[in-house]
C-alpha cells in the first residue's frame, strides 16, 4: 500500500521560495498520478498542481501558473514554489491516484494522501 509523506514547509516572506516534498514508501510512484493540492484555514481543500503517470504531463491551476513546478521521480514528488504570496498560506497535501492522466482534482480521484505540511507566507 502506498504511502505518502511531505516535507519542506516553513514560513516565508513574501517573493520567496520553497521546495514541498513527498516522500512514497510501500509502492513505486510510478504505479500513481500525483497531485498536489492545498487547504487553507476555512476554506475547501483545492488542488493545485498534477503529473500523470502515463507519460508525465503537467497540470496546473491558475492561482499557480508561472510560479509553481510539479516534478517526480520514482519514489517522490516535488513542488517547486516560487514568488510565493500571502494568499498561498495553506496546509500542503500530496496525493496519489490511479487514474493515467490528470483527469480532475476530485477528492475521491486519489486513494492515497499524506498528513500534510504547513506553509506559511507573510511579511
Known amino acids: 500500500q502506498l504511502q505518502l509523506a511531505e516535507s519542506g514547509g516553513g514560513s516565508v516572506q513574501p517573493g520567496e521560495s520553497l521546495t514541498l516534498s513527498c516522500a512514497a514508501s510501500g509502492v513505486s510512484l510510478d504505479f500513481y498520478t500525483v497531485a498536489w493540492f492545498r487547504q487553507a484555514p476555512g476554506k475547501e481543500r483545492e488542488g493545485v498542481a498534477c503529473i500523470a503517470r502515463r507519460d508525465g504531463s503537467i497540470n496546473y491551476q491558475d492561482p499557480v501558473k508561472g510560479r509553481f513546478t510539479i516534478s517526480r521521480d520514482k519514489n517522490a514528488a516535488y513542488l517547486q514554489m516560487t514568488n510565493l504570496k500571502p494568499e498561498d498560506t495553506a496546509t500542503y497535501y500530496c496525493?496519489?491516484?490511479?487514474?493515467?492522466?490528470?483527469?480532475?482534482?476530485?477528492?475521491?480521484?486519489?486513494?492515497?494522501w499524506g498528513p500534510g505540511t504547513q506553509v506559511t507566507v507573510s511579511s
Open positions: 496525493a496519489g491516484g490511479p487514474a493515467y492522466f490528470c483527469v480532475d482534482y476530485l477528492l475521491g480521484s486519489y486513494n492515497y
